[in-house]
């Protein structure tokens, strides 16, 4: 959650900052003002304020850009996702099938369209909140903070039933 919502932050103030016909005359108002309109937890600051943040001066291929290394996490997670719901974390077909769709093909056809024929659909987020929840109920379970007679493979299940539960989670 925490790495989450502050690498989010400086995505998000990064992307909006390159929306601005002019750049903000007051960086720091600019920064500030955006945070809250994201309803941003006063007690997590952003990974990279702008007054140092590089990406934003590294030029327009780079610019406006740092939400894409979520993206990838995203892809990854989702990527990864095919492969166990075929409850074989090295299903051979599933593997050809990346190998054809992803990584034979590089930049030469639409990553976009190249990933729906590997996956048959869009990459969905979904699989990446899924990650960050096991690593999170994992993290907790080995600490001994959840009781979860299921193992810590399916600590995530208890963690969010504890959380829904203490009125935590809607």
Do not use: C
Request: net charge negative.
């Amino acid at each position: 959650g925490f790495a989450v919502v502050e690498f989010l932050a400086s995505a998000i103030v990064d992307m909006k900052l390159h929306l601005q016909e002019k750049p903000p005359a007051d960086l720091a108002a600019f920064e500030r003002t955006t945070l809250q309109e994201l309803g941003m937890p006063v007690e997590i600051v952003m990974r990279h304020r702008l007054a140092h943040f590089s990406h934003i001066f590294s030029g327009e291929g780079y610019a406006a850009g740092y939400y894409g290394y979520l993206w990838a996490q995203v892809l990854d997670a989702d990527a990864f996702e095919a492969f166990t719901e075929t409850g074989d974390a090295f299903h051979p077909g599933v593997a050809k099938a990346f190998m054809a769709e992803i990584l034979s093909v590089g930049n030469t056809k639409d990553p976009a369209l190249a990933y729906r024929r590997f996956r048959g659909r869009d990459a969905q987020v979904d699989a990446l909140f899924v990650r960050h929840v096991e690593v999170l109920a994992a993290r907790q379970v080995e600490a001994g903070g959840v009781q979860n007679p299921g193992g810590a493979q399916d600590g995530f299940r208890v963690v969010i039933r504890h959380q829904v539960e203490d009125g935590q989670v809607g």
